[in-house]
């Protein structure tokens, strides 16, 4: 494929690790968290751990939206599809997940619920209006990648006059989530790879305050393996020199202000919630959006009273000492034995974009290492 | 047979439940639909199952359900799908199938005209594949309780007397090879949905693999392991058969076939090639000094140009497989958890 195949070129990539083992110095440990998801499946995918030394150390960050989802939205989630008069849309990633009482929306599905799996935020609006009688709920999860599209569907829910559609709205932010992370008791994170789709909107300058307030050196990256070395090495060598700077080895997609349109068009239809809850993580101030009051006709929130609240995770569970750089997914005891792909406990288990998902998935052949 | 007044109307008509019922309007179906396109020496004796001898050998028995959306795909429908992938079933023992049977479920409604269409496609292919369908049933589900058609075929076979062709006998040193290119069937039948529009010129690799069975084992007869990575693509076959034979395997990701429409379909839906559906393909298990010589041999056939020596079996407790990637690095081909869905970002 071109444009894809030439970052994926083994020779290359050779030589990358070469420069990289050459410049990490002996002496330490470079703890480097890759906070996206589509990261965390690329470097597994690739093999990457396997071509760094054992002193440079990917930590998998909290940045696969279906994992952070807390179980309290899933449960309220699967209580909307169970309402006779609702037609439930979602991506796929989400109909897997189980809530607190271990079923999923493919469960409920399976015993008569109206969940659709939708590829486009636009096609659900076309259910809407082929289907009057019925009530269209968006189940909208993601970052800030995945939050434009689903406000221009609200945007042209409201110019088509569409009564019968609402969002249930989970988008969550990035900058806050990071800011979570870093202010957590004990976290041990030397610097960041930073998202690329999520940077595409928001753009490079949005994390200038993980280096100026936290010292936190963090390189934009792509999502091909190349990127991801490259991105790799820039941290090391921050790091080797002492400096916490942004990098962008994504400029060719990345911009330093991201994309106005989508920014306007969040703005528009989004605000912040006070607070919103990360599952694995806690309570994060100013983390997730709503709809605003001008959009309330269409929030599913308002529209539903919805009885599902939160719920505590498993405590055998040790996702929040993961995904804080404490301990690696095979340091956990229920680790590939309670906790697997097929019968996720934990949030970083829950999609193939989690980090412990990850690791049973493509890393289980290698071997433990301490944190 | 009683005869109907009026023929069946193939172009406006529908299946209704008296398709099913056993009465006059059931053996029109089988007689003007079934019998006329199928038709063959031991269908024409009507009997309620059909009986044939056989050589002497070691009988080969394997059924598949077929359920498929879209009905009709590019390089396919269900209709071919149900023979090949029947055929490829009895095949994969190192056995040459012989007979079919087929039974339609067929839901009330369903148009005749997409009946006939893969009837005829079956017929076709059963043809073409010289696999007799000699017995059927039909029957007929309310509206709303079927798929529009479902079909299971039945296939039996002979294996040559001492072909010992099976999942648990792959060893360490054996070479590991794939007949040609991976996914296509999976990315023709996921493009060709409805709500997910984008356009390949990938068409289904359906294709009845028997006559290359036939000859890769009569230039080896020593081959391990045949199996026909369909659901769950290569990955499932490969740890399937890993878990089976106790032993590991490493794959080289350099050596996968991969056609280049079906690796950008892939990259654009989040899935993994490794994990999508084939049908026309077979995975081999053969000791290692026979390898290049049985690529020759497969490459010298129609069905396998593209075939490639993808790996070897390792001696591992874990039965892992694992892939050294093209980008250099090492990691694992786990099963799939579930089914594999397009991601969201």
């Known amino acids: 494929m071109k444009h894809v195949d030439e970052y994926r070129n083994g020779r290359l990539a050779r030589a990358m690790a070469r420069a990289i083992a050459a410049e990490a110095r002996p002496g330490r440990v470079y703890r480097l968290m890759e906070f996206c998801g589509g990261h965390t499946h690329g470097i597994h995918r690739y093999g990457i751990p396997g071509l760094l030394p054992d002193n440079v150390r990917m930590i998998h960050g909290p940045g696969c939206p279906v994992c952070v989802l807390p179980m309290g939205r899933i449960d309220a989630a699967i209580e909307l599809a169970n309402r006779p008069e609702v037609i439930l849309c979602t991506y796929a990633d989400m109909l897997r997940v189980p809530g607190s009482r271990r079923t999923s929306l493919m469960q409920a599905r399976a015993l008569g619920a109206d969940v659709r799996m939708l590829y486009s935020t636009l096609d659900a609006l076309k259910i809407a209006r082929e289907n009057p009688g019925r009530e269209v709920v968006f189940f909208a999860i993601g970052f800030e990648t995945t939050t434009p599209p689903t406000a221009m569907a609200v945007k042209e829910a409201q110019r088509l006059g569409l009564g019968n559609f609402t969002v249930f709205c989970n988008h969550v932010l990035t900058p806050p989530a990071m800011r979570g992370i870093l202010a957590q008791p004990g976290v041990m994170i030397d610097g960041f790879v930073g998202p690329g789709h999520v940077s595409a909107v928001i753009g490079r300058d949005a994390y200038e305050f993980a280096a100026r307030e936290y010292a936190k050196p963090l390189v934009i990256s792509g999502f091909e393996p190349l990127d991801l070395m490259h991105a790799i090495r820039l941290l090391i060598r921050q790091l080797n020199e002492g400096r916490a700077e942004v990098e962008n080895e994504y400029a060719r997609v990345v911009s330093d202000r991201g994309n106005p349109i989508a920014l306007d068009l969040m703005d528009e239809v989004f605000e912040q919630r006070p607070s919103f809850e990360w599952r694995g993580l806690g309570m994060i101030p100013h983390s997730a959006l709503r709809l605003r009051d001008e959009f309330a006709a269409f929030d599913a929130e308002q529209r539903f009273a919805l009885a599902a609240g939160p719920v505590p995770d498993n405590k055998a569970c040790e996702c929040a000492d993961i995904l804080r750089g404490l301990k690696q997914p095979q340091d956990c005891k229920v680790f590939a034995t309670a906790c697997t792909p097929d019968n996720p406990l934990g949030a970083c288990m829950v999609s193939s974009e989690g980090a412990c998902a990850a690791w049973y998935t493509y890393g289980r052949h290698r071997k433990r290492r301490r944190a | ?345």
């Open chain 2, 1 to 345: 047979m009683s005869r109907s007044t009026r023929s069946l109307d193939l172009r406006q008509g529908h299946v209704d439940m008296s398709h099913g019922g056993g009465g006059r309007a059931m053996a029109q179906l089988i007689e003007e639909l079934f019998m006329e396109h199928f038709d063959n020496e031991l269908l024409r004796q009507q009997n309620d199952q059909a009986a044939f001898n056989v050589a002497a050998g070691r009988m080969v028995m394997a059924t598949d359900s077929h359920v498929v959306f879209p009905l009709f795909f590019p390089g396919g429908d269900i209709g071919s799908l149900s023979v090949h992938g029947t055929i490829n079933d009895v095949a994969m023992a190192g056995a040459r199938p012989l007979y079919l049977s087929a039974a339609f479920i067929l839901e009330e409604g369903f148009p005749l005209a997409d009946l006939e269409r893969i009837v005829r496609s079956m017929a076709r292919a059963s043809r073409a594949a010289g696999v007799p369908v000699v017995t059927g049933d039909t029957k007929v589900v309310e509206r709303g309780k079927g798929d529009g058609v479902y079909i299971t075929t039945t296939g039996i076979g002979v294996a040559p007397e001492g072909a010992r062709i099976s999942a648990d006998r792959a060893q360490p040193g054996d070479a590991i090879l794939i007949n040609g290119a991976l996914g296509d069937h999976g990315v023709a039948v996921m493009s060709s949905r409805e709500n997910l529009s984008f356009a390949t010129n990938i068409e289904s690799d359906s294709a009845p693999l028997h006559t290359l069975v036939a000859a890769m084992v009569e230039a080896c007869p020593d081959i391990h392991c045949l199996r026909d990575p369909t659901r769950g693509g290569l990955a499932a076959t490969l740890n399937e058969l890993a878990g089976q034979s106790e032993v590991g395997m490493v794959i080289r990701e350099r050596d996968l076939p991969i056609r280049e429409e079906v690796a950008g379909a892939c990259e654009l839906l989040g899935l993994d090639p490794l994990y999508v559906a084939n049908e026309g393909k077979l995975v081999a298990i053969v000791p290692g000094e026979a390898a290049q010589r049985l690529l020759a041999l497969m490459r010298a056939h129609p069905l396998g140009r593209e075939a490639a020596v993808i790996g070897r079996v390792i001696e591992d407790d874990h039965c892992f497989v694992q892939m050294k990637t093209a980008f250099g690095g090492t990691r694992m081909v786990d099963w799939l958890a579930a089914e594999q869905l397009p991601r969201i970002c």
